[in-house]
């Protein structure tokens, strides 16, 4: 049985640091494609960054300079470090796991994890 379990986020000022962790269960870690999204209230979930098995990182454009994915196949765990947090940054981060690429539909994940909050105040 596949489980991904988020855990690092909470509340933080504005300016602030977070690290998230997912560990990951249930399957062979290191041949899946991993990523982070997050949805804010009232908005539709988006990707925040991906990370391919071979350990090649994405991040679209708003997101570029301010967080870090990474993962650690040994310990059958995704990070995500934000730094310089703004209060837009505030969501439901999720883990998601085993990219399926589609010409028709892009990127989707075989898993999700229950994810964790990140508030982030003024």
């Known amino acids: 049985q596949v489980q991904l379990v988020e855990s690092g986020g909470g509340s933080v000022e504005a300016g602030g640091s977070l690290k998230l962790s997912c560990a990951a269960s249930?399957?062979?870690?290191?041949?899946?494609?991993m990523a982070w999204h997050r949805q804010a209230p009232g908005k539709e979930r988006e990707l925040v960054s991906s990370?391919?098995?071979?350990?090649?990182?994405n991040y679209p454009d708003s997101f570029k300079g301010r967080f870090t994915i990474s993962r650690d196949n040994a310990k059958n765990t995704l990070y995500l470090q934000m730094n310089s947090l703004k209060t837009e940054d505030t969501a439901v981060y999720y883990c998601?796991?085993?990219?399926?690429?589609?010409?028709?539909?892009?990127?989707?994940?075989?898993?999700w994890g229950q994810g964790t909050q990140v508030t982030v105040s003024s």
């Open positions: 249930g399957y062979t870690f290191s041949r899946c494609g």
């Open positions: 998601a796991a085993c990219s399926r690429h589609y010409v028709s539909r892009g990127v989707e994940y075989d898993y």
């Open positions: 990370i391919t098995s071979g350990g090649i990182t």
